[in-house]
C-alpha cells in the first residue's frame, strides 16, 4: 500500500467513524421517546412496539437497496443518500407528531430508517479498505462510533423536548428535529472525508477480486451454503431481534412504573454504551481467535441480559440488564459482521451484505412489531423469555454445522 494509500484509509476510516458516530446520536435521539410517541397518538400501549419495526422495515429496504447501488455509484454517494433521508424523514416525524398525526409519524418514520440503513454499510464499507487479518478490526472502528451517541442521543430527548415546547408545540416533536439536524451534519461528514478511490484501494489491498461470470451468476442459496456465510447472517439476525425487542419497549415499561424520561435516557445510554464501547475489543479478538467461540460468548452474554430484565422495576437492575443485552449483541454483531465479510469477493458483497442486512432488520422489525404485545400480554418476563429463545437459535446453526459440515469458503 502506497504512502497515499494509507492516508486515504485514514481519512476515510475516520469519516467513517464519525458518521457512525452522528448518525448513531440522531437515531438514538428519536428511539428514546418512539414508544411514548405512538401510545400517545394512538392510545393504545399495544403499538409500543410499532415504531421500532417500521423503523426497522425502512432500515432493511435501505440496506438491501443501497448495497447494491453503491456497487455502481461508489460508497460515499450512497451514504451521502442515506443522510439526506435520515434528515428529511425525522423532519417530517416531528411535524407529524406536532399535528397529532399518527399515520404520518410510522411513515415518517420509514423514511428514517430507509437513511439509516444506508449508513449502516458503513462498517462493510470500512472493510474494504484493509487486508484480511485487519478487517474485523476495521468493522469494529466503524461500530465503535455508535459509542458517542449512545451516550449523547438518549440525553437530548429531554432538553429537546423543552425546547419545543417553549415555542408551543408538542415537547415530543423535539428530539426528531434535533435528530434532522444530526444527519445533516453526517453529510457534512461524508463530503468533508469520504472523497476516496474506494475500489482502487480495496483491490489493492486484496479486498476485491475481479468478477467472473461464475461470481455474477451466483445465488444467495449458494452464498448460504458457505458455513461462515449462514452463521454470520445467523449471528447477527437473532442477536437483533432480541436486542431490539428488549431496547424499543424498555421505554414504556419504565414509564409504567414511574419513570422519568431522565431515567430513560440513562438506560438507553447504559444499553447503547455496552453496544458500542467494547467493539475495538470484539474486533481485536475476532481477528486473533476463532469467531465462532466469539459468537458463543455473545449469545451468552445477550440471554443473560435477556434473563436479568425482568427481575425488577428498579432503575439500577435494569440499566445493568440493558448493558449486558447491548453487550452480548455487540460481540455477536462484529463476529458475524467479520464471518461474512471473510467469506466473499467483493461482487458477493454486494448481493450478499445487503441480503444480509434485508433479514437482520426484518427479524428486528418482527421483534420490535411483537414486543408491544408480548408485553401487554405477558409483561417484560415474556419479552425476556422470546429473547432467550431467540438468541439460542445461533448456537443451534454451529450445532448443526459440525453435525453436518458445509464448504468453509469460495473456491
Not at 89 to 108: D, E, K, Q, R, Y
Not at 233 to 250: G, N, R
Not at 325 to 353: D, P
Request: charged share 10%; net charge positive; hydrophobic share 55%.
Amino acid at each position: 500500500m502506497t504512502l497515499s494509500d494509507r492516508s486515504a484509509v485514514l481519512r476515510g476510516t475516520l469519516g467513517l467513524f464519525l458518521t457512525q458516530s452522528v448518525a448513531s446520536t440522531a437515531f438514538l435521539a428519536a428511539s428514546t421517546v418512539n414508544a411514548i410517541v405512538i401510545t400517545q397518538l394512538t392510545g393504545s400501549a399495544s403499538f409500543g412496539g410499532v415504531p421500532n419495526a417500521v423503523v426497522l422495515i425502512g432500515n432493511a429496504a435501505g440496506a438491501y437497496t443501497l448495497s447494491r447501488v453503491m456497487l455502481r455509484i461508489g460508497r460515499r454517494n450512497g451514504l451521502l443518500i442515506g443522510s439526506a433521508f435520515g434528515a428529511v424523514g425525522a423532519a417530517l416525524a416531528g411535524f407529524s407528531v406536532i399535528g397529532g398525526a399518527a399515520l404520518a409519524f410510522l411513515l415518517s418514520l420509514v423514511i428514517m430508517g430507509f437513511g439509516r440503513g444506508t449508513l449502516d454499510q458503513g462498517r462493510f464499507a470500512a472493510a474494504d479498505l484493509y487486508p484480511a487479518n485487519q478487517r474485523a478490526r476495521a468493522i469494529s472502528v466503524v461500530v465503535w462510533g455508535g459509542t458517542i451517541g449512545g451516550i449523547i442521543g438518549p440525553q437530548l430527548a429531554a432538553p429537546a423536548s423543552n425546547l419545543v415546547a417553549s415555542f408551543g408545540g408538542d415537547r415530543l416533536g423535539g428530539p426528531y428535529f434535533a435528530t434532522a439536524a444530526l444527519f445533516a451534519l453526517t453529510a457534512v461528514a461524508i463530503l468533508a472525508l469520504l472523497s476516496i478511490d474506494w475500489h482502487g484501494i480495496s483491490i489493492r489491498v486484496g479486498s476485491s477480486m475481479t468478477p467472473t461470470a461464475a461470481v455474477e451468476r451466483i445465488s444467495m442459496r449458494q452464498l448460504l451454503s458457505r458455513r461462515d456465510v449462514a452463521l454470520g447472517i445467523a449471528t447477527m439476525a437473532f442477536a437483533q431481534a432480541p436486542m431490539t425487542m428488549m431496547m424499543s419497549i424498555v421505554s414504556l415499561r419504565m414509564t409504567h412504573h414511574a419513570h422519568t424520561l431522565d431515567a430513560v435516557g440513562a438506560v438507553i445510554s447504559l444499553h447503547v454504551l455496552g453496544m458500542f464501547a467494547f467493539s475495538p475489543v470484539w474486533g481485536a479478538l475476532a481477528d486473533r481467535m476463532s469467531k465462532r467461540v466469539l459468537v458463543l460468548i455473545g449469545a451468552c452474554v445477550l440471554m443473560l441480559g435477556c434473563v436479568l430484565g425482568p427481575i425488577s422495576n428498579e432503575l439500577i437492575p435494569i440499566e445493568v440488564a440493558l448493558f449486558f443485552v447491548g453487550l452480548g449483541w455487540s460481540i455477536c454483531y462484529v463476529s458475524g459482521s467479520a464471518l461474512l465479510t471473510g467469506a466473499l469477493t467483493r461482487e458477493e458483497k454486494a448481493r450478499a451484505q445487503g441480503s444480509n442486512d434485508l433479514i437482520v432488520n426484518l427479524s428486528s422489525a418482527l421483534g420490535g412489531l411483537a414486543s408491544g404485545l408480548i408485553l401487554s400480554t405477558w409483561d417484560y418476563l415474556g419479552v425476556g423469555t422470546v429473547g432467550v429463545v431467540l438468541i439460542s437459535l445461533p448456537m443451534l446453526v454451529m450445532l448443526f454445522q459440525r453435525l453436518r459440515p458445509m464448504p468453509a469458503a469460495a473456491a
